[in-house]
């Protein structure tokens, strides 16, 4: 069992740039798969990055590789997510999921865990 729990969203300009901290609780995080998805207003849920236990990262779009980091630190249970030159289009409530699998997945119906959300707001 994982809680997970968002932090970091923020009102910022556009160009700014913006860290996410997901803490989870448990023993057992690092074993997990951990990723970041996004829900825009009106738009559906994003797959954004993700992080194996091994280190292996995955990214959704060009735009997201472009400008994203997603990162870990099993030490602290923690991941993390830099974006960087934000854009109004990346405002959206973002979301930080857990998988028992080692595989990273795309699909959001295949993350067990899910944080509350955290909102990013990028003002022109």
């Known amino acids: 069992q994982v809680q997970l729990v968002e932090s970091g969203g923020r009102l910022v300009q556009a160009g700014g740039s913006v860290r996410l901290s997901c803490a989870a609780s448990g023993r057992t995080f690092a074993s997990y798969t951990t990723g970041w998805f996004r829900q825009g207003p009106g738009k559906e849920r994003e797959f954004l990055a993700a992080?194996?236990?091994?280190?292996?990262?995955?990214y959704g779009t060009a735009s997201v590789k472009d400008r994203f980091t997603v990162s870990r630190d099993n030490a602290k249970n923690t991941l993390y997510l830099q974006i960087n030159t934000l854009r109004p289009e990346d405002t959206a409530v973002y979301y930080c999921?857990?998988?028992?699998?080692?595989?990273?997945?795309?699909?959001?119906?295949?993350?067990?865990?899910w944080g509350q959300g955290s909102q990013v707001t990028v003002s022109s």
């Open positions: 999921a857990a998988r028992s699998a080692p595989s990273i997945s795309l699909r959001g119906d295949t993350w067990e865990y």
């Open positions: 992080i194996t236990s091994g280190g292996s990262t995955a």
